[in-house]
C-alpha cells in the first residue's frame, strides 16, 4: 500500500457561466474540484489550507473512515471547522473499499462549489470483475446558481421561505449548450470507436435527483456507491444527491456527436425544475459542427421507471465480494421523516419550515459532537433519540395540517460496538411528502426493502432481500414510501445521518449515531490528532 498526499488550498476564484461571473469558493481553484486517485489499502494524507473568509470543513464521502472519525469532516459533528488562515490533515486508511466515491465541502451550503470525485483502483494485480475498460471518465452532475450560494442558504434559514431553485444543472461543472453564453461551458468526452469506457458517474448536486442518459447508447450498470453489483442494461440511470454509479458504455455508433444530458426526477407534488444539462460523446475525427442528437430521458415524474430501476439493483455478491447482511437484528428502529414549522422571530410569516425525524428538529451543537463524546464533554448532546416515532399514524395518508410543530433538539441515538442495526425510514405526508436520499456516515448499509405507502411489518418484512440487495451509503427513500436498511455497527464514532438534500439537512433533517467502542483491540476510536480544529 501507498500513501498519497494531496494539498488543498481553499481559495475564491471568479468563474462564469449562464453569462454571469461571480466569485466562488474551490478547490485549488479548480471547479470542480481535483479528482483524488487512491488504490484500496492506500493511506491518503490531504492537508486542507483554508485561505478564504468563511469557515470550512470537507467530507470524504462514502469512505468508512474506520476508527479514524476525525478525518470524517462534517462540521460540528466530527470536529470543528477549519478558521480562515489555517490548516487542518485529513488522515485516514482506505480499507476495503474499491470504487468511485467523492468529496464535498460538509458546511453551510459550500458544496455548491466545493466537490469532487474520489476514485478508488482495486489493488495493483486486481482486475474489475467485469469487462476492463479500455478508458475511464468522471462524470460529475451539480447544480449552478446565478446567486450567492451563502445568499440562498440565508433564505430558508433566516426567512423561513424556501430558496431559490438552481439556475442550471452541470456535467463537470459545465451546463452545456442548453442555456445561454453556454456553448463554451460544454463538457465534452472523446472516444473511438469500437472502445469500452466505464464512467464514474457522481451526483454532486445539492437538492434534485437526476436522471441521466446518453443518445443511442445504452449503459451496463456495474457498480454503485463503490460497491459492485449484478451488470444490467439500461438506457437512463437514476442518482439521487451522494449516490454514484459505475456504467459501461461501448462506442458502437456511427461514429457522430452524442448528447450526454441529466435532469431531475420529481414525483413530489411541487415545482418541477426542469433544466437540462447536457454534454457531448465525441467521436474521434468526427468534426464539431455536426449537431449532437439529444437522448430521451424518463419525465420528471416517471415514478415507475424509478421503481423498475432501483429493482434492478442488487449486490454482485460473489465468492470473492460476498453481501454480509446481517440476518439477525439486535436493534430495531422506525424513523418517520417529516416537514413541520417552528416559530422563528426573524422569519417573514413567524414560522419556519422544519423537517424532522421522529418529529425531532436536529439543532447544530457549538463544537463537535465526536469531541464531546470522546472527551466525555456534559451538556452538548442527548442520547436519547427515540426508536420509533411518539405515536403512530396514518404516515402517507391526506396530507396532515394540524399538529406541525416539530421538537428542536440535539438528540443522538446509542448503539452498542458490533450491534445489527435494523432501521425503517418512513416518509410521512406532513404539509407533502417528497422523496429523500438518506446518508450515513462511517458505514455502508444493505437496502432490504422499499416500497410506496405505510410499511407493514407483518407483509413487508416478509419480502425483504437478505441475499443480495444493493448495498451503499446513500438510499432514495421513495416519496410518499419507506426504504428500510440493515447494517453492523462495527465502526466506534460519532456518524452523522440526514437527508442529502442541502435544503432538508438545513431545515433539520438529520440526527447521528454514537457508536460504542468494543472492548478487544482495534475497537476503539483513534486519539484525535494534534492539528484537530478547535471551535
Ligand atoms: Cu455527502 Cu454528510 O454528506
Given at each position: ?6 494539498q488543498f ?6 468563474v462564469s457561466?449562464?453569462c ?10 479548480r471547479?470542480?474540484?481535483?479528482t ?10 490531504i492537508?486542507?489550507?483554508?485561505h ?6 470537507i467530507?470524504?464521502h462514502?469512505l468508512k473512515?474506520?476508527?479514524?472519525g476525525?478525518a ?13 488562515g489555517?490548516?487542518?490533515?485529513y ?9 468511485t ?8 451550503w ?5 466537490y469532487?470525485?474520489f ?6 494485480g ?12 468522471n462524470?460529475?452532475?451539480g447544480e ?25 444543472h452541470?456535467?463537470?461543472g459545465k451546463?452545456?449548450?442548453l442555456?445561454?453564453c453556454?456553448?463554451k ?16 458517474i457522481?451526483n454532486a ?5 437526476l436522471?441521466?442518459?446518453?443518445a443511442g447508447?445504452?449503459m ?9 453489483c449484478k ?8 442518482i439521487?444527491?451522494?449516490q ?9 455508433r456511427?461514429?457522430g456527436?452524442?448528447f ?15 433544466k437540462?444539462?447536457a454534454a ?7 468534426p ?10 424518463p ?6 421507471f424509478?421503481?423498475?430501476y432501483?429493482d ?8 470473492r465480494?460476498p ?10 428502529l422506525?424513523?418517520?421523516i417529516?416537514?413541520?414549522v ?6 417573514v410569516?413567524?414560522?419556519r ?6 418529529n425531532?428538529?436536529?439543532?447544530m ?17 442527548r442520547?436519547?433519540?427515540?426508536d420509533?416515532?411518539p405515536?403512530?399514524?396514518n ?6 395540517t394540524?399538529?406541525l ?10 448503539l452498542?460496538f ?7 425510514l418512513?416518509?410521512t405526508n406532513?404539509?407533502?411528502?417528497e422523496s429523500h436520499?438518506?446518508?450515513l456516515?462511517g458505514?455502508n448499509f ?5 416500497g ?11 419480502k ?14 421513495p ?6 436498511i440493515r447494517f ?11 437527508c ?6 438545513t431545515?433539520g433533517?438529520k440526527m ?5 467502542n468494543g472492548?478487544g483491540p ?8 494534534k ?5
Amino acid at each position: 500500500a501507498a500513501v498519497k498526499r494531496y494539498q488543498f488550498d481553499i481559495v475564491v476564484r471568479n468563474v462564469s457561466r449562464l453569462c454571469h461571473a461571480k466569485p466562488i469558493v474551490t478547490v485549488n481553484g479548480r471547479f470542480p474540484g481535483p479528482t483524488i486517485y487512491a488504490r484500496e489499502g492506500d493511506r491518503v494524507i490531504i492537508n486542507v489550507t483554508n485561505h478564504g473568509q468563511v469557515n470550512m470543513s470537507i467530507h470524504w464521502h462514502g469512505l468508512k473512515q474506520f476508527r479514524s472519525g476525525w478525518a470524517d469532516g462534517p462540521a460540528y459533528i466530527t470536529q470543528c471547522p477549519i478558521m480562515p488562515g489555517l490548516s487542518y490533515v485529513y488522515d485516514f486508511n482506505v480499507t476495503g473499499q474499491r470504487g468511485t466515491l467523492w468529496w464535498h465541502a460538509h458546511i453551510f451550503w459550500l458544496r455548491a462549489t466545493v466537490y469532487g470525485a474520489f476514485v478508488i483502483m482495486p489493488k495493483q494485480g486486481d482486475v474489475y470483475p467485469f469487462l476492463q475498460p479500455d478508458q475511464e471518465a468522471n462524470i460529475v452532475l451539480g447544480e449552478w446558481w446565478n446567486a450567492d450560494v451563502e445568499a440562498v442558504e440565508m433564505q430558508g434559514k433566516q426567512l423561513g421561505l424556501p430558496p431559490n431553485m438552481s439556475d442550471a444543472h452541470t456535467i463537470n461543472g459545465k451546463p452545456g449548450p442548453l442555456f445561454p453564453c453556454s456553448e463554451k461551458h460544454t463538457y465534452a468526452m472523446e472516444v473511438e470507436r469500437g472502445k469500452t469506457y466505464l464512467l464514474r458517474i457522481v451526483n454532486a448536486a445539492l437538492n434534485d435527483e437526476l436522471f441521466f442518459a446518453i443518445a443511442g447508447h445504452s449503459m451496463t450498470v456495474v457498480e454503485i456507491d463503490a460497491v459492485y453489483c449484478k451488470p444490467f442494461s439500461t438506457d437512463a440511470i437514476l442518482i439521487a444527491p451522494g449516490q454514484t454509479t459505475n456504467v459501461l458504455i461501448r462506442a458502437d455508433r456511427t461514429p457522430g456527436r452524442y448528447f450526454m444530458a441529466a435532469r431531475p426526477f420529481m414525483d413530489a407534488p411541487i415545482t418541477v425544475d426542469n433544466k437540462t444539462a447536457a454534454a457531448i460523446l465525441q467521436y474521434r475525427g468526427v468534426p464539431t459542427t455536426v449537431l449532437p442528437s439529444l437522448p430521451s430521458l424518463p419525465a420528471p415524474n416517471d415514478s415507475a421507471f424509478a421503481t423498475g430501476y432501483n429493482d434492478k439493483l442488487r449486490s454482485l455478491n460473489s465468492p470473492r465480494f460476498p453481501a454480509r447482511v446481517p440476518l439477525a437484528v439486535d436493534r430495531r428502529l422506525f424513523y418517520t421523516i417529516g416537514l413541520g414549522v417552528n416559530l422563528c422571530a426573524t422569519c417573514v410569516n413567524g414560522t419556519r419550515l422544519a423537517a424532522s425525524l421522529n418529529n425531532i428538529t436536529f439543532v447544530m451543537p457549538k463544537v463537535g459532537l465526536l469531541q464531546a463524546h470522546y472527551f466525555n464533554m456534559k451538556g452538548v448532546f442527548r442520547t436519547d433519540f427515540p426508536d420509533r416515532p411518539p405515536k403512530p399514524f396514518n404516515y402517507t395518508g391526506a396530507p396532515l395540517t394540524a399538529n406541525l410543530g416539530t421538537s428542536l433538539g440535539t438528540r443522538l441515538s446509542r448503539l452498542a460496538f458490533n450491534s445489527t442495526v435494523e432501521l425503517v425510514l418512513q416518509d410521512t405526508n406532513l404539509i407533502t411528502v417528497e422523496s429523500h436520499p438518506f446518508h450515513l456516515h462511517g458505514f455502508n448499509f444493505f437496502v432490504v426493502g422499499r416500497g410506496v405507502g405505510n410499511f407493514d411489518p407483518a407483509k413487508d418484512t416478509a419480502k425483504f432481500n437478505l441475499v443480495d440487495p444493493p448495498e451503499r451509503n446513500t438510499v432514495g427513500v421513495p416519496t410518499g414510501g419507506w426504504a428500510t436498511i440493515r447494517f453492523r455497527a462495527d465502526n466506534p464514532g460519532v456518524w452523522f445521518m440526514h437527508c442529502h438534500l442541502e435544503l432538508h439537512t438545513t431545515w433539520g433533517l438529520k440526527m447521528a449515531f454514537v457508536v460504542e467502542n468494543g472492548s478487544g483491540p482495534e475497537q476503539s476510536i483513534l486519539p484525535p490528532p494534534k492539528d484537530l480544529p478547535t471551535c
